[in-house]
């Protein structure tokens, strides 16, 4: 079992940045792969980017946030964190960490944090 807790969240102008936590508790999630997914309001849960921590820290990214936003994960602190840059309004959404044990891009998630808000103003 893996606790999952995301802090960072908050309110930020157009172009600013903010950075996302995620704390795993339970065990390490050094053999996981982890996500971090968003929820605008009146929308789906859309995906933002996944990595893994077993094999190098590989990661892949929404087209939507890929170049602005980074992933990385500190193993000793059993964290992983979101970097998100050049933010827009349309980022304004709650940020869902996520772990899963299957190693396999795109899969499903069993474990998820409880989400912190983003909001972006324009």
């Known amino acids: 079992q893996v606790q999952l807790v995301e802090s960072g969240g908050g309110l930020v102008q157009a172009g600013g940045s903010l950075r996302l936590s995620c704390v795993a508790s339970?065990?390490?999630?050094?053999?996981?792969?982890l996500g971090w997914f968003r929820q605008a309001p009146g929308k789906e849960r859309e995906f933002v980017v996944e990595v893994d921590s077993w094999n190098g820290g590989n990661s892949r990214y929404a087209n939507s946030v890929k170049d602005r936003f980074s992933i990385s994960i500190d193993n000793a602190k059993n964290t992983v964190y979101l970097q998100m840059n050049s933010m827009k309004p349309e980022d304004t959404a709650v940020y869902y960490c996520?772990?899963?044990?299957?190693?396999?891009?795109?899969?499903?998630?069993?474990?998820w944090g409880q989400g912190t808000q983003v909001t972006v103003s324009s």
């Open positions: 996520a772990a899963d044990r299957t190693l396999r891009w795109g899969a499903p998630y069993s474990y």
């Open positions: 339970g065990r390490s999630f050094k053999s996981y792969r």
